[in-house]
């Protein structure tokens, strides 16, 4: 059983002792059952024969797009190699907020990786 917030991961190999703990949950709590897991915290979860197979794509994909870089065309080096760095002549950034977010998701991607 995993446990975050109000979301609550029942597994194991056996059916029945998950089925009559899961109806002894709800009979304890209003819950609803929503299947087989797909998607938690950011990671997709996909079954096959061989086992359970966990990724991120979704999730990187809404970083890149939520940070307007969907069109952007991938490159091995995203900046010139011995690039010197100078002062910003450009505006500030319109909402730092946004900026702390997007850093704090990629944080989280880089050391939750499955």
Not at 63 to 71: F, N, P, V
Not at 93 to 99: E, G, I, R, V, W
């Given at each position: ?10 597994g194991g ?42 990724c991120q ?16 065309k991938p ?40």
């Open positions: 059983m995993l446990v975050y917030v109000d979301d609550l991961i029942v190999n056996d059916s029945t002792a998950i089925q009559r703990f899961k109806s002894y949950l709800s009979q304890c709590f209003h819950m609803k059952d929503l299947g087989k897991l797909k998607y938690f915290l950011g990671v997709e979860v996909a079954r096959s024969q061989r086992g359970l197979f966990l794509r979704k999730y990187a994909l809404d970083i890149i797009t939520e940070a307007g870089l969907l069109g952007a490159v091995t080096t995203p900046m010139e190699q011995n690039h010197h760095l100078g002062l910003a002549k450009g505006p500030c950034l319109t909402s730092p907020d946004k900026y702390r977010q997007l850093v704090g998701r990629l944080i989280y991607l880089c050391f939750t990786r499955p």
